[in-house]
C-alpha cells in the first residue's frame, strides 16, 4: 500500500514541475524578522488564491571573526564575534497576476533581503 502512494507522490511532482512558479529566498540576521516576513507573505499570496509551498528553513549561514583586543602587544587576548544569516525558500505555485502584484506592493519588515525568481 505505500509502494503505490509513493509512486502518487512521485507523478504528483512530477507534474508539479513542469508548472511555472515563484521562488522566494528570504535572508535575514534576526530569526524572528524572517518568520514574521515568511508569514506576511504567505497570507498575502494566500489571499489571492494561488498555492504556497513552504517557509522552507535553509542551512543558516555562520562566519566567525577574531579580533586582537590590543594595538600590539598582547596576542593572547582576542574577541570572537559570530554573524548569522537565517534563510528561508518559498515556492509559489498556480500564481495569478494577483498574487505577482501582491508580491510587488508588499511591505516587509526592515533587514528583511528578498530574492524573486520565476522558474
Not at 34 to 50: C, E, Q, T, Y
Not at 53 to 68: A, D, H, N, Q
Request: no cysteine; net charge positive.
Amino acid at each position: 500500500m505505500t509502494s503505490t502512494a509513493t509512486v502518487h507522490s512521485k507523478k504528483q511532482d512530477e507534474k508539479e514541475a513542469d508548472k511555472p512558479r515563484i521562488r522566494i529566498k528570504l535572508r535575514a540576521y534576526d530569526h524572528t524578522i524572517i518568520d514574521a516576513a515568511a508569514k506576511s507573505i504567505i497570507d498575502a499570496v494566500l489571499r489571492s488564491g494561488a498555492t504556497v509551498k513552504g517557509p522552507i528553513p535553509l542551512p543558516t549561514e555562520t562566519s566567525k571573526v577574531t579580533v586582537l583586543k590590543s594595538t600590539f602587544v598582547h596576542k593572547d587576548a582576542r574577541d570572537q564575534f559570530e554573524m548569522r544569516v537565517h534563510k528561508r525558500l518559498i515556492d509559489i505555485v498556480d500564481f495569478t497576476s494577483k498574487t505577482t502584484e501582491l508580491l510587488t506592493n508588499l511591505t516587509l519588515p526592515a533587514g528583511v533581503g528578498l530574492e524573486i525568481k520565476t522558474l
